[in-house]
Each structure stands twice: as structure tokens, then as C-alpha cells.
């Protein structure tokens, strides 16, 4: 885990490896504590003369290396920490490596490990050559074949990917299981599981009528939680046949679920391991966020069979080649499940719920990246560890790339595109620009004289673009004018170039104008009336006209958030008030709500961080008046209107970062509108129950949402009646949603006996199933109070445990995340923990030390006196000896 002068790959540098691997046969014997891996690979040469063959291996201890089963002596290769290198090898031949591994002891949860009682593995992205010898990169992609053998009575299902071929009784109590996985992939996509489990499964046939077999797979005793993934998973291939025309290409795919896991899923062939917490829900331990995301991770990974699996990427830079584009498609799955059933009003706001919900995470966990030391292309440059690139910019701006281009090519034109993307390159592992390239042919030809050159800009170049909006409006010409300009600072690594120029950016930019009474303008433009245009900003700047406008209009602008772009307009609040009461876009009315609130928070930040006396500005109050008595509107989508902005959107707005101020501001203003709308918060409490059976559709998930959001407001201010509310709730919620709504009232604003009572009585009710052990853990590191003191005594609790991703995450990372006063106390002890934290995860797991390192990204933006304490706890640990490159490349990229 040491190595400090870290090396850093660049995208340039790409080389072809000059073997073809057509075959690896594995063999595992498998022990907790010493497992044997026999490998064979049938390797023949690209080219006619001889090159060295090179092998990745980390952690693992080789045993002996033949050739055409003829032992190599040791000076007949060589081998390091990180390589085993044949030299000067030619032609056809077998090559076969001996090694061992260590499960149990394996803490990193990348290769082979142990998890409670059974063997996994995680490949990606350099996960393979912790378990074998092998050329580790996606673009060297062979057929495997994979044999394993383990104890029968402890594991009895041994899996791996492809389909089982044969399984026998061995001797002393162990059988072995081979499987054959009949299509080419990189050893990132390997997989092998061995254990005991629960199955729930289905027969399913596909759109060409033929027979699958749909498994789960999660500990034993937990198989009541599978029903829903099971359902959604059988959701996802129907969606992906109807929308893409992609059917399953094996007879049968199998998700495993695992309680030790460093991300949310993996997308392995045929054999996907979860993440527990995107597998296992029922009623009572779930909530409909936590539905929501099964539905949705389990479309994402399963989708990626043709999104990353048939056509993968050719090198790691490539990463959102994958990921950006399955993000995109999982969010549409959501959204069609999501508005599925509902008539067209309804459907229109659940799928503007869905982009709400995108857009926000977008801009809490991306833009900031965006703006900090982190930030990169979403076709990165250069890495140290790529670990660290699994990021909010690959994933969901890549996400928002490809969006940009099913705007501009319109669903017909996407799915030509996709189409023509597997015809061409099936079975390939290619590049961004080949994308690119497959989209621009049928751009070019639905839009003859125009390409997608400048749209490149988006993939080679980081930063959030601002564009800047200008309204003239002639009266006597009964002309509109919209002028567009862009513009986009250097960010992180474009900083230190040399002469480095940014060029623009092709943005979609949708947008509409309202009039001074809220109807909606008909706009002529290319040739139709249309009330939604959508205008192609190519260069610095560029003016559009609209005639026939009777009146000075009110824009709204970025409908549906058609470019991942900050809009400068300067709406004056009575415009913004207007848009917020009676936009014709959900999306942009929410995002009107969003500017009003914003400004009128950052006003009272401001004003709080010198010591004022902040008045809260009535339109805000008559606002949420409006739209929380709007009849027409659905409870979910209303929800979202009612909601403040949070911490983090508001910081990208501060300068410097006051984050106390902003934590003030929003208990300051939300407080106001608990008072000011007290009787409509009590109403709305009655008029939203749930009753009967539990489902998780949008808007029953609605209602439950808009009943917790009275619920909080109401409690903010410490109301008796909802305080009885709240504990009532608690005590005889039929659901995890209601359950964890109420308690989590209670906890973040209210102080006597009965919380800590509840608290005690809600683990001692759920100690057992650990994913609501997870959110008990969570509840409490959020809490107003909470401190660093109050989380280490946590950390003493003996349900905690810093090895488990979950929980660590539920503890450590929720703290330091969202809890804004505790983490940034004037003592520095916030701080402190941070470091100290960062420093014990990284001697056991440094994916998941790099990721908290990564919560003091954007110190150099706070207030003087934060930051010097910042920065004094970043030094700390990049000074700690040994070190990972995982957390060495972060905090050193902070500091530079
Ligand atoms: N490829 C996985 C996904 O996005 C994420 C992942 C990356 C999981 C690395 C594990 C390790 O679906
Ligand atoms: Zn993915």
C-alpha cells in the first residue's frame, strides 16, 4: 500500500498490447486463507517479431510460470510489486501461472475476498491482477473458462460467469462447478462468488421468444427482501427491448447481492454482484428512496450488458464511454417506470420529478468537482489511480453528454445512432470518438450542412459553462430579442497549461416565454409555432429573434435543464414570483422556485455572517403558499416545489464560503414558513396518509414524501401538536418511509426524553438486519449537536465497523458530508476527526479513504479562518508515511 513518487498515466500514450489472449482457462482452489489459482492462457502474438509479454500482479505470490507446459526457471523472467514480465516471446503458445491469493485478510474488496461466509470477487477496474497474472486492461478480451472448487457443506453454490457446464463431488468433503462464459470480455468484467444463499428466480422469455432463467442470490434468511429486485430486473430487460431493441444474450443472469462492497454494483457478465443495499428491500426495512435506487442500479447494471459489456471501452480514459451512457439510460428507465400508468399531466410532472432529482445531484456532488482541484473532462487526460475517476463527471455529466445528444439528434435520431453503434462495433472495445462518430453520421445526415465537431468540446474539456442571457424587447416592433453568450474558466489541470485556450461549447439550450399574467407565448420559430424552442449556441455569442410578441415577456430558460450549464438572467423577484406560480415546464417552474429561494437565502447568509437582523421577503412565503395549496399539482412534484435548496447548491453561490451562515439562513427562512403557513402544513399532514397495502409507485412515494416535508417544517418549529404527530407516526408507521419520516423529525429538531427513547427502541427493534442498522447510524450522524465527540462514541458502538463500506459510510462519511456544523466546528475538531478518519480507512480499504479525502476538495473556497484549519489537516495526511496513491493523488491535487 506505500509507494510515494506516484506515477501518472496519460491518454496519449495508449499503446496496442501486442498479444492476442483468445482463451483463459482458471482454476481456483478455494481456502479462506490461501486460495490456488491455476491460469492458463492460449496467447498468440499480433505481429512477426518477438516482444516482451507483460503481466500485471499485485499482492499476490507466484508459484511457477510454464510455457507449452515446460517450467520457467527464474531467470527466465522477471518479477516486481506490480509486474511479471516474459521477455521476447513470439508465435502461438500456452502459457500457465501458478499463484496464490489471501481472501480472508483481503480488506481493499478489490480481487478475491471474504464477505460474513462466503468468497467474491470485484474486478474493476484493477481488480484482476490482485487474483492472477494477467494483462489487466479492457481491451485485451478473451473467452473463459472457469473451474472451482470449495468445501461443499459451507459453499454449495459456486458461480461465475456464463453458463454451468458440469459440477462434480470431489473428495474430503469439496465439489467443484466449471463454467463457460461464450462471449470475449476484459478480465474487469470476470466474477466468481462461492457460498450459501437464499434464491428467488424466474423463468422469462425474451422479445425473440426465448427462455431465460432471472436468479437472485442474497444471504440466507434474506430472500423475503428480493421480491422487488427480482421484479425490477425483469422490468429492465422488457424496457430495454421496447426502447433499444436489446434483448439478454445468455440463458440466464444472476445477481448476487454482498454486505461488504466499495460501490453501489458491479456489471460483471452475467454474474452481477450488488451492493446489499441495492438488492434487499421489503416494507419495513425500506424506504422509496431505497426502492427507487434498487430499480434504478439494477437497470444501470444490467443495461450495461450491452452498454459496456458487448461494446466495451478500449482504455480507462475511455470510462464514460460506459458509465455516462448507462447513467443516461437508467435514468430513463426511471422516469418511464416512474410516469408509468399516469395520465399525461400526472406522467409530465413524475418524469420532471425524476430530472429534478438528477439535476440536484448533479449539482451538489458534480459542479463542485467541477470548480475544485478534481476537476476533469469527462474524458479524463491524465490519472494516477483510476480508482479515483469513478466520479460525479464521468458518471452523471457523461450522463448529461449523451443527453445533449438525444436532444439534438430527438429519439429517432438516438436510437438510429444506437443502432448504428452496434452494428459497427459489437463485440469492440472502442473510444468516446467512436460514439461521437456514430452520432455525427446521423446527425449529418437529418441535418445536412451541420456537424458535431464543436459538441467534441464536451468531452475534452472540464468545467461548468455559464451562459450569460439578454432580453430587448421592442415594443413598436413587437420584437423579442434573446442573446446568448458563453463563457467557461480554466479549472484544475487546464490552470497549470501553458497558453491553454478554452474553446466553446455546442449547448442545447431549450427555453420558452411566459407572459406578465403566466400564460405561455406561441413562438414562430424554424418554421412552426411552438411554445418550447430549442436553440443551438455554437459560438462566444449569438442573438435570436421572436416577433409577434404583444407584450415585454418573462423567459424561461434551460427547460428541462437541456445543457449541464449555470444560467445568468437577472429576473427581478415579482418575474421570478410569476414563473414560480405558472410556468408551463415543470422543470423550469421548480428551477424558478430554486432562484427565488436561493437569492433570498444567500441575502439572509450574507446578512447573518455580518451579525444583521435578517426579514424574511413575503413573496417567498406567498410562493410556498401557492404552491403548496395548487390543487392541480401532484403531492410528489409539490414536494420538490416546497423544498429549500440545499447547503451545497448554495455554497457553489458564496464567496468566500460561509458554511455556518448557510446552515442559519436555511433553518432561519424554513422556520418562517412553518410559522407564516402553519394551519396549511397541519392539513397537509391529514391529507396525505397512505393507507392499506404498501407500494412504492410515484405517487404513492409522493404523498408520503410531501406528509414528511409538513412533518419537518413543522417540527422545525417545535410544534406540540406535530411533536405528538411525529411520535404517533413513529409508533404506528406501517412502512420504513413513515417510520424513518417521523423519527428523523424527531431527531434533527427535537431534544427531550422520547427521542433518545425512540432512538433506542428503533435498534433495538432492527439491530438484526444491518442496512437499517446502516440508516440508525446515519440518523444520528446528521443530527443538529452532533459532533466529532459524539461520533467517535458512536464509532465505540459495538455495531460498528470501520471494515464495512456501509457502515463507514453511514458513520464517518454522512458526518463528514452533510453534517455542516459539526464537521466545520471553530475548534478545528471536525477536522481533526476527518483526518484521522481518512488515515485509519486508508490502512484497510484505499478506495474508500480516497473518497472521504475528497470531502476537503474545495477548501481554498471557505472562510479565512476554516480554511487555514483545512488546510492544516490535508498537509497532516499527506505527510502520513505510507500513504496510498489513492489518497496520495487527492490530497496532493488539493494542495497543489
Ligand atoms: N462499473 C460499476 C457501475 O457503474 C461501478 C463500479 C466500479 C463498481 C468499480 C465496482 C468497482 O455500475
Ligand atoms: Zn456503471
Known sequence: MSSNTPTTIHRLDYREYPFNIENVALHFDLHETSTRITSTLSVSSKENWPADLVLNGEDIRLVAVSINGKALGEHQYSLNEQTLVVPSLQGQFELSIVSECNPQENSTLMGLYVSGNSFFTQCEAEGFRRITFFPDRPDVMSTYTVTICADKARYPYLLSNGNLCASTDLPDGRHQATWEDPFRKPSYLFALVAGDFDIREKHATTQSGREVLLQVYSDKGSGHQTEWALESLENAMKWDEARFGLELDLDRFMIVAVRDFNMGAMENKGLNIFNAAYVLADPNTATDANYEGIESVIGHEYFHNWTGNRITCRDWFQLSLKEGLTVFRDQEFSADMMARNLDASAAASARAIKRIDDVTRLRTAQFPEDAGPMAHPIRPESYQEIANFYT?????????????????????????????????????????????????????????????????????????????????????QQRCSITLSQSCAPVGVEKLQNGFVKKPFHIPFSMGFISQSGQPLMLQFEGRPQTTVLLELIEESQTWHFDQISERP?????????????????WN????????????????????????????????????????????????????QTNLTDPSLDAGYRAWLLTLPSEKVLAERMTPIEPVAIARARDFVREKLANGLLDLWQQTLGQNETPGRYSPDAISAGRRSLKNLALAYLLSIQNPSAIQAAFAQYQNASNMTDRLGALSALVSHYEGDERDEALAQFYEQWQHDPLVVDKWFALQANARHTNAQTILGLMAHPAFNLRNPNRARSLIFQFCINNTEGLHKSDGS???????????????????????????????????ALKAGMQQALKRVEAHPGLSKNVFEIVSKALN
Open 554 to 570: 418573462i423567459p424561461s430558460l434551460l427547460r428541462d435543464f437541456s445543457a449541464p450549464v449555470i444560467v445568468d438572467y437577472p
Open 573 to 624: 423577484q415579482q418575474e421570478l414570483a410569476i414563473l414560480c406560480a405558472h410556468d408551463s415546464n415543470p422543470f423550469a417552474r421548480w428551477e424558478a422556485v430554486q432562484a427565488l429561494s436561493s437569492n433570498e437565502l444567500l441575502r439572509i447568509a450574507a446578512l447573518l455572517a455580518q451579525g444583521g437582523q435578517p426579514e424574511l421577503d413575503p413573496a417567498l412565503l406567498q410562493v410556498w
Open 392 to 476: 460525479a463527471t464521468i458518471y452523471e455529466k457523461g450522463a448529461e453528454v449523451i443527453r445533449m445528444q438525444h436532444t439534438l439528434l430527438g429519439e429517432e435520431g438516438f436510437r438510429a445512432g444506437m443502432d448504428e453503434y452496434f452494428s459497427r462495433h459489437d463485440g469492440q472495445a472502442v473510444t468516446c470518438d467512436d460514439f461521437i462518430n456514430v452520432m455525427e453520421s446521423v446527425y449529418t445526415q437529418r441535418n445536412p450542412g451541420k456537424d458535431l465537431s464543436l459538441f467534441r468540446n464536451w468531452y475534452s474539456q472540464a468545467g461548468t459553462p455559464r451562459v450569460t442571457v439578454q432580453l430587448a424587447y421592442n415594443e413598436a
Open 830 to 864: 471536525g477536522y481533526a476527526f476527518w483526518a484521522d478518519q481518512v488515515i485509519a480507512l486508508d490502512g484497510i480499504n484505499p478506495e474508500i479513504a480516497a473518497r472521504l479525502a475528497r470531502v476537503m476538495d474545495n477548501w481554498s473556497r471557505y472562510a479565512p
